[in-house]
């Protein structure tokens, strides 16, 4: 057996001496990689600036949702405020608001309130209209409803969407509760929502088709997961008409009953409650003009453009308020 000698003690050393040396390098790197985040993080509070992650739609936190000369700046006509605790939030006139109680805790229940602020941003986005997602600081709450719209507008699934938000919206992180409700959503619930909200605005036939193809082009989405073209033919939405039994329904139409989220229906069974129901004015008085939002677990088909007076322009959505599941749409003239 071999016996040491001085020159293995030493190389030994000098091993040490390396492996120790790379260990500090690693950590000043990491020092400042949190230093460059930190100092990121206060420049955007600093500039308190809203970040568009789509043509028409914008993310950002109370400050810059507050600022009516930045809103007016972006062009917002159209706001969803999230908000827990904290007083509620008075914007300019003309801007048609949608309000939402929400905590930012891992156990809140965000899921049920997808469909709702996918019909709403949607409805604006279509007429042209930019629209605000905010809550506190910007990083939990409206980047989780962000996500789950641009999951439902465009072909990508969820971690190449927070990607893409990231990318675009520094500070983006929902917590650990909402992630596991959009890795649900992405894998169960996506493709019934985008045919429920496809349908909704059936009646802007080719406008709603180009928007789709323009989102997934603006994502590199186009062509992941199948064409536009398949898509739409698969929700019958290529003319804005109504399918009748040609025996091609989509397969989860006739999945059992037991097999579909509780969550989701009620979520579908609010939004379409909330838009088909009477709901009082400013003035007190007055009814909400009829919409007919698909409930794809208890309907067989798809309703046309014509079914249940569906509301061509979000943007003279009348007045009110949506009681359930902490959801309120006011516009203010």
């Known amino acids: 057996m071999r016996q040491l000698t001085e020159t293995d003690g030493a190389n030994s050393a000098s091993t040490v001496g390396d492996n120790e040396n790379n260990n500090g390098i690693d950590q000043q790197q990491k020092r400042s990689e949190a230093l460059t985040k930190l100092r990121q993080w206060r420049t955007r509070i600093s500039t308190g600036k809203m970040d568009q992650i789509l043509p028409g739609l914008f993310v950002g936190g109370l400050r810059e949702a507050m600022n009516v000369p930045l809103l007016s700046e972006n062009g917002i006509s159209a706001v969803v405020s999230v908000r827990g605790l904290s007083p509620e939030c008075h914007f300019g006139p003309g801007i048609a608001l949608l309000r939402l109680t929400l905590s930012d805790s891992p ?29 506190l600081a910007g990083v939990s709450r409206s980047v989780c409803l962000c996500l789950a719209y641009l999951m439902t507008v465009t072909n ?28 649900k959503f992405g894998q169960q619930f996506v493709q019934r929502e985008r045919r429920r909200l496809f349908a909704e605005f059936s009646h802007f036939a080719g406008q709603l ?9 603006f994502t590199n989405s186009l062509y992941v997961g199948g064409s536009s073209e398949a898509i739409f033919a698969e929700n019958g939405t290529d003319k804005g008409q109504k399918r009748h039994g040609d025996g091609k329904e989509a397969e989860s139409e006739h999945r059992p009953r037991h097999s579909v989220d509780k969550d989701y229906l009620r ?16 003035n007190g008085t007055g ?12 309907e067989e088909a798809l309703p046309s453009a014509a079914e249940g007076g569906t509301t061509a322009a ?3 959505m009348p007045s009110g308020e949506e009681k359930g599941g902490g959801t309120q749409r006011m516009a203010h003239e």
């Open 209 to 217: 088709r180009d928007q789709f193809r323009n989102d997934c082009i």
């Open 314 to 316: 979000r943007r003279r």
């Open 156 to 183: 990508l699934d969820y971690p190449n969407a927070l990607d893409f938000v990231c990318r675009r919206h520094f500070g983006a992180k929902p917590n650990f509760g909402f992630k596991m409700q959009l890795t």
């Open 287 to 298: 009814t909400c003009s009829p919409t007919s939002p698909l409930a794809l677990a208890e």
């Open 107 to 135: 156990g809140e229940n965000i899921f049920q309130h997808f469909p709702a602020v996918n019909s709403f941003v949607h409805g604006h986005r279509l007429e042209n209209e930019n629209v605000l997602i905010h809550c």
């Open 267 to 282: 979520a579908e069974k609010r939004h379409r409650k909330s838009a088909n129901g009477t709901a009082k004015n400013s």
